[in-house]
């Protein structure tokens, strides 16, 4: 069921009509950070309680009990400065105390509640193509943040990628990058809500190109491909890069692997966990 709510920030106000009771207050925040460019963590929403205390981002909207058009405050800043954006992130934790997706028996890949949220980023996120699809080629979904580099957003994305030479190189043929504008949340019985990557966002916009069958993504978080476990590659995180950035070949002997897949015209036979004994015996035959 639908909930529309307006939000009222910096002198606007914004509706808010494609989010339904089922919907948490992380889903809205989310929502909010693609009208506004204020990220969840530094929104601050008044008037959403649950029994007189401020709501948490797992609450449903539907138990705040909201009327139709209920107007709320948003109270938050966007990341004013480029300079603030290229700080180096705080050390994250969640790489430390990440799970393996197999320890964790949930399944959530054809829960019709993710699958409602996919439908939605599908219809209301924005993609810039950079460059257009190439008919007939496979698609390679990268991390950033600690697989290529140190990432917390967009801006930060842009910025590195332009520093690194991907983005201004004509070499590069990338098609798009997303933000976290373009993740969902799920509900996990053991974690509670987390946040992961739904590549069904990127087959919904790019369905003539892109399938479970040509896809593959590199991750250094295995949450991440819950909604993709076929098609997610667990990589070690590349951290302190200024100590282990000589020893660190990860991604040099995935370019083989990439290569001998792309032969294929299914990866769904593939498990992405054995990628190096894949890799491997490939090279002795």
Same mark, same amino acid.
């Given at each position: 069921m639908s909930l529309p709510i307006i939000v009222k920030w910096g002198g606007q106000e914004y509706s808010v009509t494609t989010l339904s009771e089922d919907d948490t207050v992380l889903d809205l925040k989310q929502f909010l950070k $693609?009208? /506004?460019g204020v990220l969840p963590e530094r929104q601050k929403l008044l008037g959403l309680k649950v029994k007189g205390k401020p709501a948490e981002n797992d609450v449903k909207l539907g138990a705040l009990k909201l009327k139709p058009n209920t107007k709320i405050m948003m109270m938050g800043t966007r990341e004013?400065?480029?300079?603030? #954006?290229?700080?180096?992130p705080p050390d994250n934790d969640d790489v430390i105390n990440d799970f393996d997706i197999e320890d964790e028996v949930v399944e959530v890949e054809n829960r019709? @509640?993710? *699958?409602?949220?996919?439908?939605?980023? #599908?219809?209301?996120?924005?993609?810039e193509v950079?460059?257009?699809p190439r008919e007939g080629k496979k698609l390679l979904?990268? +991390? #950033?943040?600690? /697989? *290529?580099?140190?990432? /917390?957003n967009m801006k930060w994305i842009e910025a590195k990628m332009k520093e690194l030479g991907v983005s201004t &190189?004509? &070499?590069?043929?990338? $098609?798009f990058m997303l933000d976290s504008a373009a993740m969902i949340t799920v509900h996990t019985p053991r974690r509670g809500l987390i946040d992961v990557k739904p590549l069904g966002v990127i087959w919904g916009k790019f369905s003539e190109f892109y399938s479970k069958k040509n896809t593959i993504m590199f991750d250094d978080i295995g949450r991440n491909f819950l909604m993709n476990p076929? !098609? %997610?590659?667990?990589?070690?995180?590349?951290m302190k890069a200024h100590l282990n950035r000589d020893k660190d070949k990860e991604l040099v002997k995935l370019t083989q692997y990439l290569k001998e897949i792309a032969k294929l +015209?299914?990866?769904?036979?593939? !498990?992405?966990?054995?990628? @190096?004994?894949?890799?491997?015996?490939?090279? %002795?035959?």
């Amino acid at each position: 069921m639908s909930l529309p709510i307006i939000v009222k920030w910096g002198g606007q106000e914004y509706s808010v009509t494609t989010l339904s009771e089922d919907d948490t207050v992380l889903d809205l925040k989310q929502f909010l950070k $693609t009208l /506004t460019g204020v990220l969840p963590e530094r929104q601050k929403l008044l008037g959403l309680k649950v029994k007189g205390k401020p709501a948490e981002n797992d609450v449903k909207l539907g138990a705040l009990k909201l009327k139709p058009n209920t107007k709320i405050m948003m109270m938050g800043t966007r990341e004013e400065s480029l300079e603030d #954006v290229l700080c180096p992130p705080p050390d994250n934790d969640d790489v430390i105390n990440d799970f393996d997706i197999e320890d964790e028996v949930v399944e959530v890949e054809n829960r019709e @509640e993710n *699958l409602l949220k996919i439908s939605r980023r #599908v219809k209301e996120y924005k993609v810039e193509v950079l460059n257009p699809p190439r008919e007939g080629k496979k698609l390679l979904v990268l +991390d #950033v943040d600690y /697989t *290529l580099f140190a990432a /917390t957003n967009m801006k930060w994305i842009e910025a590195k990628m332009k520093e690194l030479g991907v983005s201004t &190189n004509a &070499n590069y043929k990338i $098609t798009f990058m997303l933000d976290s504008a373009a993740m969902i949340t799920v509900h996990t019985p053991r974690r509670g809500l987390i946040d992961v990557k739904p590549l069904g966002v990127i087959w919904g916009k790019f369905s003539e190109f892109y399938s479970k069958k040509n896809t593959i993504m590199f991750d250094d978080i295995g949450r991440n491909f819950l909604m993709n476990p076929q !098609n %997610g590659l667990k990589i070690r995180p590349f951290m302190k890069a200024h100590l282990n950035r000589d020893k660190d070949k990860e991604l040099v002997k995935l370019t083989q692997y990439l290569k001998e897949i792309a032969k294929l +015209d299914d990866f769904l036979e593939l !498990n992405h966990k054995y990628w @190096e004994r894949y890799l491997s015996k490939k090279q %002795g035959q």
